[in-house]
C-alpha cells in the first residue's frame, strides 16, 4: 500500500467523478431536494386537507330526528355540524362518502331521557375514512357534553352538588422530556433515512468506478500502470466513501434547513388557524432531538459506510457492465432497508443478539442514542462488529480485484 | 561464430518460455487460450504477431503485461519476472490494446498526466514529457479537450501518448490500427518505426498482412494458441515457398479450412 499512489487515483476519481452528472444527480441533488420536498409538500397537503375536513364541517344526518326538537335545536347551533335532511339511505350515503356520519336516536329519544329511562343513540362511521371518524369524534364529543349538561340540569333541579358525579379528577400528566419524544417519534426515522441516503449514495459511483470501466474499456488501461491493485482499491473505495458521506451530509444540512424553516411556517399557520387538528399536526413537525446524539448517530454510521461502499464496489466489480451492475445494485437497497425497516417496530429491542445484525443495530442504537440514552457496552458492541463487517468488506473487495477471472469477465 | 552473434546482439528484452494459459469455460469445459508459446524479442526490433481473430493474440500480450498470470511457463521482461515482479515490469512496459480505452471524462491532457504519476514522475518531468509527444504525435490542437469528443485517430494518438509517458523500454501494441483511417494509420505505423530506431523493443500484433511485411523484424505466427512458425520475412519466404505474406500465413496455419475451423470454434 502506497498513501501517494492511493492520493493519486483518489484525486483522479473524484474530478472524474464531480463530471458525472448522475453521481452529481445523486450524491447532491436528490439528497438535499428530497427532504424539503418530502416535509413541505407532506405538510402542505395534510394541513390543507385537515382545515378543509373542518371548513366544510361536519355533515351529520339525525335518524328520529322527530322525537329530539331539543337536541337539534343545539346541534344546529354548533357551527362544527351542518344537519341534513333525513333520508332512509343513509347507511349507504356513509359508505358512499356523501354522508360523514349519522345520529341513530330511538323515536321518542327526549322523551324517554326526561322520565329517566334509559335511552341509547348511536354514532354510524365508516372505519378506516379519515373525515368519517373525525365527525365521530366530534359528535361523539357533542353527544357527551350534551349529557353531561343535562346531569348536571338535573342535580341542580334537585339542589344536589355537582360534585356527585365526579368523586375525583382525573389528569394526565407527560413526564418525558422534549428531547426524548424526539427521540421515540422522529429517532427511528433518521436512521433509517441516514442508511438509504449512505447506500444510494456509493451506489452510482461504485457501479461507475468498477463495472462502468470495465464497460468503457478504462479498467484495462489503469490496470497497465504499475501502480499495485491494492493501491487502486483503496483510491477507488475512498471515492465511493467520499460521495456516501457527502450524500449524508447534503441531506443533513438540508433536513435541518428544512425544519428550521418549515417549523416556524407550520407554527404560523397553526396559530392562525386556531383549530386543535392543526396544533397537534405542526408539534408533530419540530421535536427536540439531543445533538450529542446526532454526533453519535454519525460516529456510528461511519463503519457501516464503509461496509456499504466495499459491498458495493464487490458486486459491482463482479458485473461486466453498468446494467449487469444496477441490476445487483438494485435488490441490495431492499435487503438493506429491511434490516432498518425492523429496527422502527416496537418491541423489537437492542440486546446482545440484535447489536450483531448489522444495519438493524445501527437502526436500533440511533433511536437510544437520540432520546437521550446512552448504552455504552451495546454501543462499543456495535462500533466493533460494525467495523469487522466493513473489513471484511473491504478485504474482499481487494481480494475481488485481484482475481482475473473477475476483472477479464467475458 | 556463435561468440560475434553474442557481441553483436544485445539480450533479449523480452523471454517468454513455454507460456501456457486456459481459461475455465461453464459450457466448453477448459479452453487453451495459449499453448506453450516461447520467443525472445531484443531491443531494437519489431516482433510481430500475427494470428487470426481468436487465435491467442490478445491473451499472449496479456501475459506479457502482467495483466494476466501464465498457467503455466514463465516470462522474464527487462529482467523481471511477470508474476513475482509484476510492478517492476508495467513500468518498463507500455501496453495499448483496443481495450485499452480512455478516461472519457478527462482532457487528452489530463489521462496523460494521470499515468505519469501512476508511474511515479514528478510534475516537471511529465509536462516536459507531454510537449514532446504532442509534438511527435500532432496532438497540440486537442490536448486540452475531453476524450469522450475525440475521433478514433485523436483517441489512438492520445493512447500511445498514455502508453509512452513514462519511456518504457518494451512497448506492446496490440492490433494499435485496427479501425483508423489510411492517414492515421500510416502516422501510426511511422511512429512505431521511429520506436525501434530509438532501440526500444517492440511486439505488434495485427492481422494486416501488409503491416507486417513494412514494419516487423521477426514474424511469428500465432494458430490455436500456439506459435506455429516464426522467422524474418526472407526466412517464411525461403520456408513455406511463397513470396506473398498471406500465402505464407495460409500455409503456416495448415490452409484455408483450419482458419475456417478455428473461427467457428
Request: hydrophobic fraction near 35%; include cysteine.
Given at each position: 500500500m502506497n498513501w501517494q499512489a492511493i492520493l493519486i487515483v483518489y484525486l483522479k476519481e473524484l474530478k472524474d467523478q464531480l463530471r458525472d452528472r448522475r453521481t452529481i444527480i445523486s450524491t447532491i441533488v436528490l439528497p438535499t431536494v428530497i427532504m424539503p420536498v418530502m416535509m413541505f409538500g407532506f405538510g402542505v397537503v395534510m394541513t390543507k386537507i385537515i382545515k378543509k375536513a373542518q371548513d366544510e364541517g361536519t355533515n351529520v344526518m339525525i335518524v328520529g330526528s322527530a322525537g329530539a326538537p331539543e337536541l337539534i335545536k343545539a346541534l344546529k347551533a354548533d357551527p362544527k355540524f351542518r344537519v341534513v335532511a333525513e333520508t332512509g339511505d343513509y347507511q349507504q350515503r356513509i359508505a358512499d362518502k356523501k354522508l360523514r356520519v349519522a345520529l341513530e336516536l330511538p323515536a321518542d329519544f327526549e322523551a324517554q331521557v326526561r322520565v329517566g329511562q334509559p335511552a341509547t343513540a348511536a354514532v354510524l362511521y365508516y372505519e378506516g375514512e379519515i373525515k368519517s371518524g373525525i365527525g365521530a369524534r366530534e359528535l361523539e364529543g357533542f353527544m357527551q357534553k350534551y349529557r353531561t349538561a343535562l346531569v348536571e340540569g338535573r342535580l341542580k333541579e334537585r339542589g344536589l352538588p355537582l360534585e356527585l358525579t365526579k368523586p375525583f379528577e382525573l389528569k394526565r400528566r407527560n413526564v418525558a422530556p422534549p428531547e426524548k419524544v424526539g427521540g421515540a417519534t422522529i429517532g427511528g426515522f433518521i436512521p433509517y433515512i441516514i442508511i438509504i441516503l449512505c447506500f444510494s449514495g456509493a451506489m452510482y459511483p461504485a457501479m461507475d468506478l468498477t463495472a462502468g470501466e470495465k464497460e468503457r474499456g478504462t479498467m484495462e488501461t489503469l490496470m497497465?500502470?504499475?501502480?499495485s491493485r491494492i493501491n487502486i482499491v483503496f483510491g477507488k473505495f475512498l471515492t465511493v466513501l467520499t460521495a456516501s458521506v457527502a450524500t449524508m451530509v447534503f441531506a443533513m444540512i438540508s433536513m435541518a434547513g428544512t425544519a428550521l424553516i418549515g417549523g416556524s411556517l407550520f407554527a404560523g399557520k397553526a396559530a392562525a388557524m386556531q383549530s386543535a387538528a392543526a396544533k397537534s399536526a405542526s408539534a408533530g413537525f419540530m421535536p427536540t432531538i439531543d445533538p450529542a446524539g446526532m454526533l453519535g448517530v454519525f460516529a456510528l454510521v461511519a463503519p457501516v459506510a464503509v461496509f456499504f461502499a466495499a459491498l458495493l464496489l464487490t458486486v459491482s466489480l463482479f458485473a461486466k457492465s453498468y446494467k449487469e451492475a444496477q441490476s445487483y445494485a438494485g435488490p441490495l437497497i431492499i435487503v438493506v432497508i429491511i434490516p432498518a425497516v425492523f429496527g422502527l417496530l416496537p418491541g423489537i429491542e437492542l440486546s446482545a443478539k440484535t447489536a450483531l445484525i448489522p444495519i438493524l443495530n445501527l437502526s436500533l442504537v440511533c433511536k437510544e442514542m437520540l432520546s437521550g440514552t446512552w448504552n455504552w457496552p451495546f454501543i462499543g458492541l456495535i462500533f466493533g462488529s460494525s467495523c469487522l463487517y466493513a473489513a471484511i468488506g473491504l478485504a474482499v473487495c481487494v481480494k475481488m480485484f485481484n482475481r482475473e477471472d473477475v476483472m477479464f469477465r467475458a | 561464430m556463435y561468440l560475434v552473434y553474442f557481441v553483436v546482439t544485445p539480450n533479449p528484452m523480452i523471454e517468454a518460455h513455454n507460456l501456457t494459459k486456459t481459461f475455465k469455460d461453464?459450457?466448453?469445459?477448459?479452453?487453451?487460450?495459449?499453448?506453450n508459446v516461447s520467443f525472445t524479442c531484443r531491443p531494437g526490433q519489431i516482433y510481430g504477431l500475427l494470428g487470426a481473430n481468436g487465435a491467442g493474440k490478445t491473451t499472449t500480450l496479456r501475459l506479457l503485461a502482467t495483466l494476466l498470470q501464465p498457467t503455466t511457463g514463465t516470462c522474464v521482461i527487462a529482467g523481471h519476472d511477470?508474476?513475482?515482479?509484476s510492478e517492476q515490469v508495467r513500468a518498463q512496459v507500455g501496453f495499448l490494446a483496443?481495450?485499452?480505452?480512455?478516461?472519457?471524462?478527462?482532457t487528452a491532457r489530463e489521462m496523460i498526466t494521470y499515468f505519469g504519476e501512476l508511474n511515479g514522475m514528478g510534475d516537471d518531468a511529465i509536462h516536459a514529457r507531454i510537449k514532446q509527444l504532442a509534438g511527435e504525435l500532432d496532438m497540440h490542437e486537442f490536448?486540452?479537450?475531453?476524450?469522450?469528443?475525440?475521433s478514433t485517430g485523436m483517441k489512438q494518438k492520445t493512447s500511445i501518448a498514455r502508453t509512452l509517458v513514462h519511456d518504457p523500454a518494451v512497448m506492446i501494441f496490440d492490433?494499435?490500427?485496427?479501425?483508423?483511417d489510411v492517414m492515421t494509420a500510416r502516422a501510426i505505423v511511422k511512429f512505431v518505426r521511429r520506436c525501434r530506431e530509438r532501440g526500444k523493443t517492440v511486439i505488434y500484433s495485427t492481422h494486416v498482412m501488409s503491416e507486417v511485411e513494412k514494419l516487423c523484424d521477426i514474424i511469428g505466427i500465432i494458430h490455436d494458441g500456439r506459435l506455429v512458425t516464426e522467422g524474418t520475412l526472407p526466412q517464411l519466404r525461403e520456408r513455406y515457398a511463397e513470396p506473398d505474406m498471406e500465402e505464407i500465413f495460409v500455409k503456416a496455419v495448415g490452409g484455408e479450412a483450419a482458419i475456417a475451423a478455428a473461427l467457428n470454434r
Open positions: 497497465c500502470s504499475p501502480t | 461453464k459450457k466448453r469445459g477448459v479452453i487453451t487460450a495459449v499453448d511477470t508474476v513475482r515482479a483496443a481495450s485499452t480505452a480512455l478516461y472519457g471524462r478527462l490536448l486540452d479537450r475531453r476524450c469522450d469528443k475525440f492490433e494499435p490500427t485496427l479501425g483508423l
